[in-house]
């Protein structure tokens, strides 16, 4: 390997979330010192991975079929879906195991400041599959994250939806299990103090 293609390697692997400069130079030697264990497993793994991964024609989802394994399954739950930013928060809630519905990603958020509009994420889409799904419509459940452009993206697929005489419900926001109050910011105590239920 020539320094010109390990410096490669080091600036490809800096692009990824969460590795900076060192951090990929680190992961470089890791896997130059175990090439045959780690290094090029990988490798193939990851051409494996470029030609057979595609994204799901139905949700979005990230899988080795389309569609994929989720919307596939016929023991879901096909009344309710669950709207979400991205793959990533998809995989969260199957981590879970808590929902047994279906997905619909957006592919981000609103946002004017980064010229992201509703064209830009799959909103449309979103609204075809609420017309198009056979009677009842599905529950839709926004999951998407407390920020301004989370929310900015939840009122604005609401309004999209309201015509169409859909239920459209969020995610609880507020005190997590296990969370102290003093450790938490004042928009999370302000969220959990507006979605306050009776003491069952």
């Known amino acids: 390997m020539t320094g010109e293609a390990l410096d490669e390697v080091v600036r490809l692997l800096g692009r990824l979330p969460g590795l900076g400069p060192r951090s990929a130079r680190r992961a470089a030697l890791h896997l130059l010192k175990r ?115 989370g929310q900015t993206t939840a009122h604005y697929i609401a309004e999209r939806l309201q015509p169409l005489g859909v239920a459209v419900t969020r995610l609880a926001h507020g005190v997590p299990l296990g969370g102290q109050l003093t450790y938490l910011d004042d928009g999370t105590i302000d969220a959990a103090l507006r979605a306050r239920r009776p003491f069952a």
């Not at 519905?101 to 909103?123: F, M, N, Q």
């Open 35 to 149: 090439r045959d264990a780690h290094l090029r497993p990988l490798a193939a793994a990851l051409v494996r991975v470029a030609d057979d991964v595609k994204v799901c024609a139905v949700c979005g989802n990230l899988d080795t079929s389309d569609p994929c394994a989720v919307c596939a399954n016929p023991v879901r739950d096909r009344s309710v879906l669950c709207v979400v930013e991205e793959v990533d928060d998809l995989w969260a809630m199957e981590r879970g195991g808590a929902f047994k519905g279906h997905y619909h990603v957006l592919g981000g958020t609103l946002s004017a400041i980064d010229g992201v509009g509703p064209e830009d994420l799959r909103i449309p889409a979103l609204v075809r599959r609420i017309e198009q799904a056979p009677p009842p419509s599905p529950e839709v459940v926004l999951a998407l994250g407390a920020t301004v452009d």
